[in-house]
């Protein structure tokens, strides 16, 4: 999501200063995220995975200007709905070499996937001390829809057991934009560092 102003508020004689731009992280708190894969060996070096993610960020509330209606002047603030999302991908990861060193050997690797997030719709409220109630302002601000994404990784994996692994990885993730009510949104990227573990069956 990239930097915004807040949305305007309307109606009556009231009017609103010039707000800064709003960047996601002041909009939202950080995000609690939650994910579960499952991978198929189809060969001693190519692996197919699935991922099923959720993760929920809280919106905040923010001085975003000030409102007046040529008498009286106050604080504005915005206050984002939650923010939730679902994720579905697929993708191949393929190792290099085989375990070295038994079970406390290093096995490097290289991956992609792409898949869908889905997200809910989010509403901005804005509101001051008696210019502008709680809850008189309220306006879409996210439309609810699927967004294409695509990943690249790097990473590896130390065994420890004859059926488990644990690894670390990174890469370089690419989200499509969101649906906006207010202002245009960017592509997101980002650069993910993930530990994981691996149970075999």
Same mark, same amino acid.
């Given at each position: 999501?990239?930097?915004?102003?807040?949305?305007?508020?309307? $109606?009556? =004689?009231?009017?609103? &200063?010039?707000?800064?731009? %709003?960047?996601?992280?002041?909009? +939202?708190? !950080? *995000?609690?995220?939650?994910?579960? $894969?499952? =991978?198929?060996?189809? &060969?001693?070096?190519?692996? %197919?995975?699935?991922?099923?993610? +959720?993760? !929920? *960020?809280?919106?905040?509330?923010?001085?975003?200007?000030?409102?007046?209606?040529?008498?009286?002047?106050?604080?504005?603030?915005?206050?984002?709905?939650?923010?939730?999302?679902?994720?579905?991908?697929?993708?191949?990861?393929?190792?290099?070499?085989?375990?070295?060193?038994?079970?406390?050997?290093?096995?490097?690797?290289?991956?992609?996937?792409?898949?869908?997030?889905?997200?809910?719709?989010?509403?901005?409220?804005?509101?001051?001390?008696?210019?502008?109630?709680?809850?008189?302002?309220?306006?879409?601000?996210?439309?609810?829809?699927?967004?294409?994404?695509?990943?690249?990784?790097?990473?590896?994996?130390?065994?420890?057991?004859?059926?488990?692994?644990?690894?670390?990885?990174?890469?370089?993730?690419?989200?499509?934009?969101?649906?906006?009510?207010?202002?245009?949104?960017?592509?997101?990227?980002?650069?993910?560092?993930?530990?994981?573990?691996?149970?075999?069956?």
């Amino acid at each position: 999501m990239n930097a915004k102003p807040a949305g305007v508020a309307t $109606g009556g =004689t009231l009017n609103v &200063s010039a707000t800064p731009a %709003i960047s996601y992280k002041d909009a +939202y708190k !950080k *995000a609690v995220t939650y994910d579960a $894969g499952m =991978t198929y060996d189809i &060969s001693p070096s190519t692996t %197919i995975l699935g991922r099923l993610g +959720y993760s !929920k *960020a809280d919106g905040n509330r923010i001085k975003t200007g000030t409102i007046d209606d040529g008498t009286t002047t106050e604080d504005l603030y915005a206050q984002w709905g939650d923010l939730e999302q679902f994720t579905v991908e697929g993708g191949v990861r393929q190792y290099v070499g085989g375990w070295n060193n038994g079970l406390s050997g290093f096995r490097p690797y290289v991956g992609a996937s792409a898949g869908f997030t889905h997200n809910n719709d989010v509403s901005l409220s804005q509101s001051s001390a008696t210019l502008l109630p709680a809850g008189s302002n309220v306006q879409p601000y996210l439309d609810s829809g699927w967004s294409p994404t695509v990943a690249g990784v790097v990473g590896a994996e130390m065994q420890v057991g004859a059926r488990t692994a644990i690894g670390v990885e990174t890469g370089i993730r690419w989200r499509d934009d969101i649906n906006s009510n207010v202002l245009a949104q960017e592509d997101r990227w980002s650069i993910p560092v993930k530990l994981r573990g691996r149970v075999s069956f």
